[in-house]
């Protein structure tokens, strides 16, 4: 059975890649942690999966970071019961051993290369750099413009909520996530983790494996800002006693999606992916009336926003074509047989 847990390590956003890398996997249950290095096509995605599968034939807990610059490919894996984290440490999140050699170590696959023969198509490599390099501007400006508009439409919202209305569905949504019980910690911490992202395949939620869980949906008006009520209650189950993730937004930086509290088996959701047994609509904070006079200007900014999240989602389709095109550069030019020894030297240094 495969009990992998999806989630992205980071993601593109409108000031640049937002991480997560600090927060894989927790410091205490950490012994080993492989740093793969190496150029595209390198094989860093498959050394990965190669040693999830040794370490977890038999569907042992695990956690899988899916790139979202390529959704197909891994950044990273975390196995708890190995005490491993092994993780691609190359641009555009570069990671060094904190720990060198007691904990960490770095894994060269680029070692495997036949670079004498790469050198004469560095005019090419290089031309294909620059143009993925313009790609991801593009797909960044998109974002950015998008932001700027869910931002204003955001504050339009927030400006029509009756605070009185809000205050008490926060406290009735608290009441109902808070009303069972389950073993609390004398520290209790936050863990920021990743879900959602704007991809070269479009806007994509990793939300499906939460399928098990209590889900609680929250829902609003288009464009509403939930993450007041989501922090509100964040704060409220550490006061209890209960560690949280809080799943970030990297396309609205400072927005919450969803909180999930582990203990508890709880998600509380902004999403439709996953049916719930419970909403609560922030819509019936806001008076009736309003939100007429902005109901155009609402609709403006968000279909504006909409258009240039479909442009970053094209200029993210055209960075992954040619990440694609920089591949073929490289892995004609690999010396797999030394790759499998090097694969084959670290699981044996796992087990």
Same mark, same amino acid.
């Given at each position: &059975?495969?009990?992998?847990?999806? +989630?992205?390590?980071?993601? &593109?956003?409108p000031e640049g890649f937002i991480s997560c890398f600090d927060h ?8 080993? @942690? +492989?740093?793969? @290095? ?73 070692? %495997? !290369?036949?670079?004498?023969? &790469?050198?004469?198509?560095?005019? #090419?490599?290089?031309? %294909? ?13 998109? !974002?950015?413009?998008? %932001? $700027? /508009? ?7 919202i927030a400006a029509c909520v009756d605070s009185s209305r809000m ?10 996530? +808070?009303?069972?019980? *389950? ?17 070269? @395949? ?26 007041? $009520?989501?922090?509100? +209650? ?13 799943? /970030?937004?990297?396309? /609205?930086?400072?927005?919450? !999606? ?33 939100? /007429?006079? #902005?109901? %155009?200007?609402?609709?403006?900014? !968000? =279909? ?9 989602? =094209?200029?993210?389709?055209?960075? @992954?074509?040619? #990440? ?12 797999? *047989? ?14």
């Amino acid at each position: &059975m495969n009990t992998a847990r999806t +989630l992205f390590p980071g993601a &593109m956003g409108p000031e640049g890649f937002i991480s997560c890398f600090d927060h894989l996997i927790p410091d205490a249950l950490l012994r080993r @942690k +492989l740093i793969l @290095k190496g150029g595209p096509g390198v094989g860093k995605s498959t050394f990965m999966r190669r040693i999830h599968a040794a370490l977890c034939e038999h569907g042992e807990s695990s956690t899988l970071y899916f790139c979202s610059g390529d959704p197909d490919s891994l950044d990273a894996v975390a196995v708890p019961h190995a005490g491993l984290l092994i993780l691609d440490g190359t641009a555009p999140h570069i990671v060094d051993p904190a720990i060198p050699g007691a904990r960490d170590s770095i894994i060269n696959l680029g070692v %495997c !290369l036949n670079e004498a023969a &790469m050198r004469p198509r560095l005019p #090419h490599i290089r031309a %294909c750099m620059a143009d993925h390099a313009a790609a991801i501007r593009r797909a960044r400006a998109c !974002l950015n413009a998008a %932001c $700027a /508009l869910e931002q204003d439409a955001a504050a339009v919202i927030a400006a029509c909520v009756d605070s009185s209305r809000m205050e008490r569905m926060v406290r009735t949504l608290i009441g109902a996530v +808070l009303c069972s019980s *389950a073993k609390t910690e004398d520290v209790p911490s936050v863990r920021p983790v990743i879900t959602d992202a704007v991809t070269p @395949k479009g806007e994509l939620c990793l939300l499906g494996d939460a399928a098990s869980q209590r889900i609680i949906r929250l829902t609003g008006h288009a464009g509403m800002d939930l993450t007041p $009520a989501i922090k509100a +209650l964040s704060r409220a189950a550490l006061a209890a006693g209960y560690s949280v993730e809080e799943h /970030l937004s990297a396309a /609205l930086p400072g927005r919450l !999606l969803h909180l999930s509290i582990p203990a508890l088996h709880i998600l509380v959701t902004t999403g439709e992916l996953l049916p719930s047994e419970q909403t609560f609509d922030f819509a019936a904070c806001i008076p009736a009336s309003a939100l /007429l006079r #902005h109901e %155009c200007a609402l609709e403006q900014l !968000l =279909s504006a926003a909409k258009q240039q999240r479909r442009q970053a989602v =094209s200029a993210l389709a055209q960075a @992954k074509q040619l #990440h694609d095109e920089l591949e073929t550069f490289y892995v004609p030019n690999m010396d797999f *047989a030394r790759w499998e020894q090097i694969l084959g030297e670290t699981l044996a240094s796992l087990t």
